[in-house]
């Protein structure tokens, strides 16, 4: 079975652009979560869609954004790039839980090197 | 709210030492899940065990064995006779019943040396 795959692998942006990711999760999975993982920060909580729906977010600004498509696939963007934002950004996959409330574990991606000048 | 903390920073340790990695969860929830995540220098998370909070039986998998303890909070992960390829940085993740929101703790980056 394939794993979570994320493109591209590395991009190098400048202040004011905007950025793209793409996640594609792994077959069957559902729930899609974007991660920020910085030296600084460690790792923090985007979003979550599940089924098409933002069901999480985390405490980000309203420049990161993000969808997630029939097929599961998700992107998240950011608009008017900051230096901060420079980070790995990390796409996580699970299974439906089989009844609300429980957890399953989590299948993350290579992750996105955005480095942003 | 909730609060995860992971205080050993690194942990240094020769093969075939045993470790314990520390974490404790503190929450009002009475139920959540806790996950240990393993991120090698390639940079990937990768799964490693998953508790109920409601379970507190304690389990071994192979090198690794977990104690939960709920009445002190705290998760605690061991490796015994670690291996070099055991360096890692591990982390604690609690969620509140959606895996899909889990909190990282900080972290503990383990080396293990030959």
């Known amino acids: 079975k394939a794993g979570v795959t994320q493109t591209p692998r590395y991009l190098i942006k400048t202040r004011g652009q905007q950025v793209t990711l793409s996640c594609s999760p792994i077959?069957?999975?559902?729930?899609v979560s974007w991660y920020q993982q910085t030296p600084g920060q460690g790792l923090q909580f985007l979003f979550e869609?599940?089924?098409?729906?933002?069901?999480n977010k985390g405490n980000f600004p309203g420049r990161f954004s993000g969808r997630q498509f029939s097929n599961s696939r998700s992107e998240m963007n950011v608009s008017t790039l900051e230096l901060g934002d420079s980070a790995l950004y990390l796409c996580?996959?699970?299974?439906?839980?089989?009844?609300?409330?429980?957890?399953?574990?989590?299948?993350f991606g290579p992750g996105t090197r955005l480095t942003v000048l | 709210a909730q609060k995860v903390t992971q205080a050993q920073t690194e942990i240094s340790v020769v093969e075939k030492e045993d470790v314990t990695l520390d974490c404790v969860y503190e929450?009002?929830?009475?139920?959540?899940?806790l996950f240990w995540y393993k991120q090698p220098p390639s940079g990937e998370l990768v799964f490693l065990i998953r508790?109920?909070?409601?379970?507190?039986q304690n389990e071994i998998s192979g090198r690794y064995s977990w104690n939960f303890q709920k009445s002190t909070s705290s998760f605690n992960f061991t490796i015994t006779a670690s291996q070099v390829v055991d360096s890692a940085v591990y982390f604690c993740?609690?969620?509140?019943?959606?895996?899909?929101?889990?909190?990282f703790g900080d972290g503990t980056t383990l080396t293990v040396k030959p």
């Open positions: 996580a996959s699970s299974f439906p839980p089989i009844r609300a409330g429980a957890g399953n574990e989590q299948f």
């Open positions: 077959s069957g999975h559902r729930s």
């Open positions: 869609y599940f089924s098409e729906t933002q069901r």
């Open positions: 929450t009002r929830d009475t139920t959540y899940y």
């Open positions: 508790r109920n909070s409601f379970d507190e």
């Open positions: 993740a609690p969620s509140r019943g959606n895996a899909g929101k889990s909190t």
